[in-house]
């Protein structure tokens, strides 16, 4: 099989070595972690144990698992909001925290609230609009934008104290391991070399499950090391001309709203049952798009778990070219066709101001 074969959009990163002059612009202080959920723990213990934090108020619209690996630390509770709104302001007190979200990289509305505020950046975190967002608490997760086996990074952006480092475990750098191997492995697969994909993708997969655990641990060295190097302000604007790229080819889409995010391209079905046909068929075609996030209906109101069940999320990072993104656009189209019952589409590529609300 060809590398031409081999083309796909999509799914995790292969590995790509760091070139040029670059660096990820860390804060000061800033704290790095095994991943963001890692990092998000670590800071709802800390603010529990130090400043006897109560409640977490998380958006109703935020990923199920990250909320289930907070449940064993402190009372949750979810308060209506998400990437089309509404912005309304959870019902919390001094003593609490509030997460508030930049959903596929907007800048976040930040609630007004008596409560500590923390802000997941997860989907842009070299954002220019981040030196702006004077959070008590900042964090991402830093291997979904950048090609690193792991990683996540916490701050604050109003200088409170921070919790204190601590060193990579031995289980994670065992499911780092396992991250680096398939990153390899399909860096050799995408160049043709010959190497199936049942070999890596179980790599993936372990080595994903070890970045869920409850223990916290710190960055590897790896991944602490590439990010002095890594241009990630070239690879943010890689990513967002490829969005821009893709969105152009897009337009008149019968049946999707089209929203141009400096994450990617989110599609906004008018139904689940479209967004399921054309999910088939990108997957059908080595196009894996994202579901950000599959909400459980018991756990958010229903206009969000119906976005949740019409959306879905293209990828447009540094490994593709514009004409890797015209390709993807001219499936869409093909599995769009002009026939569809639906009317038009709109492209939305307006950033939302960040402010409070």
């Known amino acids: 099989m060809s590398r031409a074969d081999r083309w796909e959009v999509g799914s995790a990163f292969p590995l790509m070595l760091p070139t040029g002059a670059g660096g990820v612009r860390l804060p000061e202080p800033v704290r790095l972690f095994g991943s963001g959920r890692q990092a998000l723990r670590a800071l709802i213990e800390f603010g529990r144990r130090e400043h006897g934090w109560e409640t977490v108020h998380v958006p109703a619209y935020y990923s199920p698992s990250v909320v289930d690996g907070l449940l064993d630390l402190a009372p949750v509770r979810r308060y209506d909001t998400g990437p089309t709104g509404p912005h309304a302001r959870p019902d919390a007190g001094p003593g609490d925290a509030v997460i508030t979200v930049s959903y596929f990289g907007e800048p976040p509305v930040l609630p ?49 104290p921070l919790p204190d480092p601590v060193p990579p475990t031995e289980a994670h750098l065992a499911a780092v391991s396992r991250i ?12 043709g070399a010959p190497v199936a994909k049942e070999q890596y993708l179980p790599l993936y997969a372990v080595g994903d499950t070890g970045l869920r655990s409850t223990a916290v641990s710190g960055i590897s060295e790896y ?13 943010r604007r890689h990513r967002i001309a490829n969005a821009a790229e893709l969105a152009a080819g897009l337009s008149a889409l019968p049946g999707v709203v089209v929203h141009r995010r400096a994450f990617g391209v989110v ?91």
């Open 112 to 160: 007004s609230t008596p409560a500590t505020l923390i802000v997941d950046v997860t989907h842009d975190p070299v954002a220019p609009w981040l030196d702006r967002a004077r959070a008590d608490y900042v964090f991402a997760s830093l291997h979904k934008t950048l090609p690193l086996p792991d990683g996540g990074m916490l701050w604050s952006g109003n200088g409170h």
């Open 180 to 191: 680096l191997g398939a990153m390899c492995l399909k860096a050799a697969y995408l160049a």
């Open 223 to 235: 991944s602490r090391e590439a990010l002095r190097i890594l241009p990630a302000e070239e690879l």
């Open 267 to 357: 599609l906004e079905f008018d139904s689940p049952e479209r967004r399921e046909a054309v999910r088939h068929g990108l997957v059908a075609r080595n196009i894996y798009p994202a579901v950000l996030w599959d909400l459980r209906p018991q756990e958010a109101a229903p206009h969000q778990v119906d976005f949740s069940r019409r959306m879905l999320h293209l990828h447009t990072d540094v490994r593709w070219s514009g004409e890797d993104m015209r390709q993807v656009a001219a499936v869409l189209r093909e599995l769009c066709p002009a026939a569809a019952t639906s009317g038009a589409v709109s492209v939305d590529d307006q950033l939302a101001p960040l402010g409070h609300g």
